[in-house]
């Protein structure tokens, strides 16, 4: 099992002030990753809470963060629920908040749900949890153009999204869209006939050939826009920014890690509304990753950082 590399980490542990002795929520836990670098500046005398909405991250963090056992409380749940989370494990008076909207590397390549479009064989599942909500599967199949387009181009910000919800609608007419596979033919179909490519079964001498790809796969947008609407991450994400404020301690900090301009527009705008209100902007610009990150982990690229502290 490959362990995700964490993002921004040095300048998180500076930015969250951390020292011996106090008590941090990291509400998206993944393989532990943050959490091990902030239980080693808490010391034996600090506590950190860890919450993933993913069973099987919260099994991997536990094996991760063996040597801190009893200063881990584990919680299996959606951080949009934090108030009542703090609440129920009697974690009051919390110094330090951390929310890293990345997603898990192990979790989106080694898990079999279908967040990844280089899968082709596996099924569009894309839940993080198993809650009983709609699968991926489940939202191509039933929704309506109208919606799914919406979805595309909202989640997404994808520029075909009318012409790949068209596209989905009149496969799913023949046959239902089960695989990643099936999904990434559909949208790939979309972009080689706006570009007058030719069709063949080779899909990687296609991609190779053809000059607008510049990089970014043409099923990434659509990818992120069905895993966002599967797991409500942007009302998750709206929800839990006020309790967040709520449950720290007057001069705690909370640090927001996002990795794309839906997410960090919505963090932007909460910290601006609130501002001298009751917290206190610690950067106004999002702090990046530096070049020598960038080199040894090129999806830190993307990553912003910003930090706010209660007052």
């Not at 929520?25 to 809470?49: F, N, P, Q, W, Y």
């Not at 910000?157 to 989905?168: D, F, R």
């Amino acid at each position: 099992m490959t362990r995700h590399v964490p993002v921004l980490l040095t300048e998180l542990l500076t930015a969250l002030k951390l020292s011996p002795g106090m008590r941090v929520v990291d509400c998206t836990l993944g393989d532990g990753g943050h959490a091990e670098k902030i239980l080693e500046k808490v010391a034996t005398s600090g506590r950190l809470m860890g919450i993933d909405a993913d069973p099987e991250a919260v099994l991997q963090a536990k094996q991760y963060l063996y040597n801190f056992e009893g200063q881990v409380i584990f919680v299996r749940d959606n951080f949009r629920n934090l108030n009542k989370i703090v609440q129920e494990n009697n974690f009051a008076g919390v110094d330090a908040i951390l929310i890293d909207l990345g997603w898990s590397s192990p979790q989106f390549e080694e898990r079999g749900r279908g967040f990844s479009f280089q899968h082709p064989e596996e099924p569009l599942d894309m839940r993080y949890s198993g809650e009983n909500i709609g699968s991926a599967t489940d939202i191509l199949n039933t929704r309506t153009e109208k919606e799914l387009a919406t979805i595309f181009a909202d989640y997404g910000e994808e520029k075909l999204s009318k012409k790949i919800a068209e596209a989905v609608v009149n496969t799913r007419k023949i046959k239902q869209i089960k695989t990643v596979g099936d999904l990434v033919e559909i949208i790939l179909q979309v972009y080689r006939k706006k570009l007058g490519v030719v069709e063949t079964h080779n899909h990687a001498s296609v991609l190779e050939k053809v000059p607008w790809i510049g990089g970014l796969h043409p099923a990434t947008k659509i990818f992120q826009a069905l895993r966002i609407e599967v797991n409500n991450e942007l009302v998750a994400l709206q929800d839990v920014l006020p309790q967040a404020v709520k449950v720290l301690s007057p001069g705690g900090r909370l640090a927001v890690i996002s990795f794309h301009s839906l997410e960090d527009r919505i963090v932007k705008h909460f910290f601006k509304k609130n501002k001298e209100k009751n917290i206190l902007i610690i950067n106004k610009k999002p702090i990046e990753c530096a070049e020598e990150e960038y080199q040894s982990n090129p999806r830190a690229r993307s990553a912003k950082l910003r930090v706010i502290e209660k007052i």
